[in-house]
């Protein structure tokens, strides 16, 4: 009997080692889960956040292209060699495609255009993300 408890001594060790190895494998797959979900989060957000600024842009030069001429109706942008803005008019609704590394976002103006003499004046009625 003192031989088999003797023998037993080492596997029941070796199975502890086991299973406690185990509980810490699935705790650090689990951590670097967590942390690989939080760094997709921050791109996306800084995604939108250079999205919406390249939008803006966007929308501020249509605005001057518009002032100059009445009749534009699109254009493509390129804001840096990441961003590109497509730019569409349809009677008083601007459309805004921003891509930013693949990553697309889609935003819409209101707007109203009127002539005062020679001059061209734009009033910003709704701006939205759609």
């Known amino acids: 009997m003192k ?6 001594k080492g596997s029941i060790a070796l199975m502890s080692v086991l299973i406690i190895s185990s509980l810490v494998l699935i705790f650090a ?3 670097s889960e967590s942390n690989i979900n939080t760094s997709y989060q ?3 957000n800084q995604s939108q956040d250079v999205a919406y600024y ?3 842009g966007c929308f501020e030069e249509a605005m ?3 002032k100059r001429d009445p009749e534009f109706n ?3 942008l390129t804001v840096d060699s990441d961003t590109s803005c497509d730019i569409s008019v349809n009677s008083s609704t601007l459309s805004i495609t921003v891509n930013y590394l693949n990553y697309i ?3 819409q103006a209101d ?3 009127s002539q005062i003499g020679q001059a061209n004046n734009i009033q910003l009625l709704n701006w939205k993300e759609i």
Do not use: D, P, Q
């Open 74 to 76: 699109s254009g493509i």
């Open 54 to 56: 390249a939008a803006e």
């Open 64 to 66: 001057i292209r518009l």
């Open 105 to 107: 976002e889609y935003f």
């Open 111 to 113: 707007f109203s255009l």
């Open 42 to 44: 921050y791109l996306n």
């Open 3 to 8: 031989n088999f408890l003797y023998k037993t």
């Open 29 to 31: 797959i689990s951590m």
